[in-house]
């Protein structure tokens, strides 16, 4: 009975989407919003990605939302999670090439991650990309070594203050420039590394607070007993 | 040759990836499994998002790579489908982490056991004495003290 | 609109999606359906970039087939769910009995 | 003006530095939320209190209107946006000690900060997407603070609450893409401008579909609100309180967006009217057939809603009205009804002579359920004969039917509150424990204003009267965001 109500369910909303895709008309965008950004966010911000400026100029409330709703996720979760017991065994040691692969994989991902970050704003990538990339860095240790596991003070000072940065620079344009998140500084000319004004700042400060976000939330899970089979 | 739009065959994917993972949702009984199924309703709707901006003469909305004035995808729709992906992992973390001591609780993932446990503790928590089995049980289970045992055959989809 | 060879490999990879996708749902074994999610995750980043949004494709690959992968298969050591074998076919294998008896009672 | 993104912004900033903080120091730590919040609401209340009513935007970022995001800030959105942090600091977690670890309460209370933020962010955003993260920020903020009393059954809650959300989630962005394929646009006014042309077919109705049932999972909607009694069972009174007040009504406003600025037509606020009906039904009738005060309250905070909707439904400024009317009145008595059941969690049977061990929360009680069920001289009167007298006027089937739902809810309604009642004020001999002074006080500042909003029933119903007709005002609307030069000779002559 219950099978075929959520049978009935799905099949319904499977028909409802071809019926509705047959009406829209895919491949030939509106692009209302779209191309007005494309033709002036050379111009406006500086960004040789366009997706960077959208992401980090345009919608940049979006992604400070979106920060924080990691940021939520990780708290509730440290919150779920609580503290690990002193007694309960962590576990096992990795083997010998886990944990040299994780001392040679440390620093490569470190320079990949802050390279992808550095260059948001003029190649694909950028805050979230290294940010990501960064938190793989770190959790590759504690998978080497996870007796020793993540200093947790460590992370939550980083996320707090990157976190911290992101909004202070946004308040620093509220007040200098009267509008919150306006991007400043000289645009400098398109394509250099430094150029776009505050944006190189700004995925710096996303790529730190999601790193230390998600580090956390992966060691903080990882860090719970096991239930052993 | 067979004419095969592009376009489509990506539509007929992102629903693909839609419906199958409300499927998931509404007929799986194991909860983990509730929550890969909404791994790929996300990214079924992530691919529908990037549809909704994708024009097929374009090139990527970045700045001097492409040839000089070409066309370029809509970077909206980008930008929404970056945010939610991340939205995404966020919740699915969360999710796991509560899963992880919900098993500790209750060694099982069966969302009909679980009810079925939560019924009868929430029984417990607000009277002192536990529910009479005359009692009308909520989903035909008998709510005995003993917790149901696990209940043979998962049922999958 | 001939078909081009775009074309065919957009097939060929939303095939393999959709199977994946059917997989993570059917499949018994809880390493194997994450492992077919993550799958599903490396096609769908293909997508994108023949959508041309490179960015998202990034982060599909980093995020959803690498953090969402790996916070998964976390998720399963932690549930003891962390086995290859497939046990004769009966639903709750995956937690052995012995466990199951003095958990459920606590 | 450009300060209203500060209420938004600070909370943030001071969740993202409280638990640094914690370990610093703990009194700052603890001090931090209150202070933000009531800045906060200090800004806001400045701006309702301007003698300009006018509604005005703030441009973030300072991209003009359809390219960047846009607050959106009339009347109506600062009612809202108000009554976020005053109801956070109302079931603000005060207590130092309950807690040994500094760290635990910093990350409830940067839990209760996000929550406000995005609460008060989805009250003024003019943008679909923007709206979308506020509500899936509320969403995680949330599920934190639900699962907070770490019980088992919490956390099975959770799990359910959690997956239903996510679910719903995707349904939303479902719409959200389907409108930015027909429209290119993400600005609602720029949608609005859109919608006579773009949206009116099947598609877009589908969008409204997909959106009413994803933003409906926080506003307690019909087909998606099985996690309310799950939930309000197991979560803190305080957390749950919140939950039904405040968190639904700011659901419930990103529907009115919706449906004033882009959907005005008869298509979609009927299918608002017959999901308000099914929901009142579903509620009330599941309330009167529960076996506890908190879910008892729950149940019946789903029936209200459905009230709500059926209220929002009717078009135009009385619609508005009668729906504003509703959801504030509902905000203050769920509210206050949660914070009594702090100690009243217990079931029914058990909390019979109540009124000897608690006389002051029993009477309180007894207010609240008049008000509910609607007896005249109290404000829950007038919102009933609002909505009552909007659905005759309109007069349609459908209308007669929600109308005659009402009716008979209230009979129900009135059935269950007195059986409580009665068992409250029945002699037992085991009464349940008195009340706390903190649990108390939420629910008797809530019976002052409840009393003071009835005797001054004029002055509040002439200013919601125009609340209701500024923000009914589609043209006014898209006219303030895009002050193009046409629109402002057209609304030159309405006046």
């Given at each position: 009975m219950r099978n075929l109500a959520a049978i009935l369910f799905t099949g319904g909303l499977g028909f409802l989407l071809l019926v509705i895709a047959s009406q829209l008309d895919f491949g030939?965008?509106?692009?209302?919003v779209g191309q007005e950004i494309l033709d002036v966010a050379g111009d406006q911000v500086?960004?040789?990605n366009i997706v960077t400026s959208v992401l980090l100029a345009y919608r940049g409330i979006d992604t400070l939302g979106e920060l924080s709703i990691l940021f939520a996720a990780a708290t509730a979760a440290g919150l779920v999670l609580g503290h690990r017991h002193g007694d309960a065994p962590s576990d096992p040691e990795g083997g010998f090439i886990l944990r040299a692969g994780a001392d040679l994989l440390f620093p490569l991902l470190l320079v990949v991650g802050f390279y992808i970050i550095l260059h948001g704003h003029l190649t694909p990538g950028g805050g979230f990309q290294g940010g990501v990339i960064l938190a793989a860095a770190f959790f590759v240790g504690v998978l080497g070594r996870p007796a020793k596991g993540l200093n947790h003070d460590v992370i939550s000072v980083i996320e707090g203050l990157a976190g911290a940065a992101f909004i202070g620079i946004g308040l620093w344009a509220l007040f200098?420039?009267?509008?919150?998140l306006k991007p400043m500084l000289d645009k400098g000319?398109?394509?250099?590394?430094?150029?776009?004004?505050?944006l190189p700042l700004l995925s710096l400060a996303l790529g730190l607070k999601v790193g230390s976000e998600l580090a956390g939330l992966m060691t903080s899970l990882s860090d719970t007993e096991a239930r052993e089979p | 040759m067979i004419d095969l739009n592009f376009v489509t065959v990506l539509y007929v994917g992102a629903i693909g990836l839609l419906v199958i993972g409300a499927v998931g949702l509404v007929m799986c009984n194991n909860v983990f499994r509730m929550v890969l199924a909404l791994v790929l309703a996300e990214a079924g709707v992530n691919l529908l998002l990037i549809l909704a901006g994708y024009r097929g003469d374009a090139a990527a909305?970045?700045?001097?790579?492409?040839?000089?004035g070409a066309q370029m995808v809509d970077p909206v729709p980008q930008v929404l489908v970056l945010t939610a992906i991340v939205i995404g992992v966020g919740v699915q973390a969360l999710a796991v982490a509560v899963l992880v001591r919900v098993f500790h609780a209750y060694g099982t993932l069966d969302m009909r056991e679980l009810k079925a446990h939560f019924e009868f503790e929430l029984a417990a928590e607000k009277t002192t004495e536990p529910p009479r089995s005359t009692e009308e049980p909520a989903g035909g289970r008998p709510l005995s003290p003993v917790p149901p045992r696990p209940h043979p055959g998962e049922a999958r989809s | 609109m001939g078909a081009n060879v775009v074309d065919w490999m957009a097939l060929l990879i939303v095939v393999i999606v959709l199977a994946s996708a059917v997989a993570v749902l059917t499949v018994r074994n809880m390493v194997g359906a994450v492992a077919a999610s993550s799958v599903v995750s490396l096609g769908v980043s293909v997508l994108f970039v023949l959508l041309h949004a490179p960015d998202v494709a990034m982060t599909e690959a980093a995020v959803g087939a690498g953090l969402s992968g790996v916070v998964l298969a976390v998720g399963l050591r932690k549930l003891g769910l962390w086995r290859l074998e497939d046990d004769k076919?009966?639903?709750?294998?995956?937690?052995?009995t012995s466990q199951r008896e003095d958990d459920t009672d606590a | 003006m450009t300060n209203v993104i500060l209420p938004v912004v600070l909370p943030l900033l001071a969740a993202f530095l409280l638990q640094p903080l914690a370990r610093l120091s703990g009194v700052v730590a603890r001090l931090l939320g209150p202070l933000v919040l009531l800045v906060g609401l200090v800004l806001l209340l400045r701006l309702w209190f301007a003698p300009d009513t006018e509604p005005f935007t703030v441009a973030l970022g300072g991209f003009a209107p359809p390219l960047g995001i846009v607050f959106y800030v009339d009347q109506l959105a600062l009612i809202f946006a108000i009554a976020v942090p005053l109801f956070t600091l109302l079931f603000w977690?005060?207590?130092?000690?309950?807690?040994?670890d500094s760290q635990e309460k910093a990350r409830q209370d940067a839990l209760m900060l996000l929550l406000a933020a995005s609460a008060t962010g989805l009250a003024l955003s003019g943008d679909l997407f923007n709206i979308y993260v506020f509500y899936e920020l509320m969403a995680v903020a949330s599920f934190g603070l639900v699962v907070l009393r770490g019980t088992g059954p919490a956390q099975i809650a959770t799990v359910r609450y959690l997956l239903l959300s996510a679910f719903g989630s995707v349904l939303a962005l479902v719409g959200i893409a389907i409108l930015y394929t027909q429209?290119?646009?993400?600005?609602l006014a720029q949608l609005g401008q859109l919608a006579p042309t773009s949206l009116h077919g099947p598609a877009g109705l589908a969008a409204f579909g997909f959106m009413l049932v994803g933003f409906g999972v926080k506003a307690e909607?019909?087909?998606?609100?099985?996690?309310v009694p799950e939930v309000y069972a197991t979560a803190p009174a305080r957390i749950a309180g919140l939950l039904a007040g405040l968190v639904s009504k700011l659901a419930v406003l990103v529907v009115v967006r919706l449906l004033v600025?882009?959907?005005?037509?008869t298509a979609a606020s009927q299918l608002l009217l017959v999901l308000g009906t099914l929901t009142i039904l579903f509620g009330e009738f599941a309330a009167w057939r529960s076996k506890d005060f908190p879910r008892m309250i729950g149940f019946s905070s789903i029936g209200q809603l459905g009230i709500v909707f059926i209220g929002f439904s009717i078009p135009g400024p009385w619609g508005m009205l009668a729906g504003l009317a509703v959801a504030l009145h509902h905000l203050l008595i769920k509210s206050a009804l949660f914070g009594l059941a702090n100690r009243w969690s217990g079931s029914l049977e058990s909390l019979a002579g109540g009124a000897r061990s608690a006389p002051i929360a029993a009477g309180l009680f007894v207010l609240f359920a008049l008000s509910l069920i609607g007896v005249?001289?109290?404000?829950g009167f007038w919102t009933k004969i609002l909505v009552l007298t909007g659905l005759a006027q309109e007069g349609s089937g459908l209308h007669l039917m929600a109308l005659g739902a009402i009716l008979l809810i209230t009979a129900i309604e009135a059935n269950y509150l007195f059986r409580f009642a009665t068992k409250l004020f029945s002699t037992s001999d085991r009464p349940p424990a008195s009340h706390g002074l903190m649990d108390i006080g939420a629910a008797v500042l809530i019976g002052i204003a409840l009393v003071a909003v009835t005797i001054q029933i004029d002055p509040v119903g002439d200013r919601l009267r125009a609340v209701a007709r500024q923000a009914a005002d589609r043209e006014a609307y898209i006219s303030t965001v895009f002050p193009a030069e046409p629109t402002i000779a057209a609304r030159e002559d309405r006046r």
């Open positions: 030939h965008p509106p692009m209302v500086g960004a040789a200098l420039e009267g509008e919150f000319t398109l394509g250099d590394l430094i150029s776009a004004g505050t | 909305p970045i700045l001097g790579f492409g040839p000089e | 076919g009966t639903a709750h294998a995956l937690v052995p | 977690n005060w207590s130092a000690d309950a807690y040994e429209t290119g646009t993400l600005n909607l019909f087909p998606v609100n099985t996690w600025v882009v959907y005005q037509d005249p001289p109290l404000p």
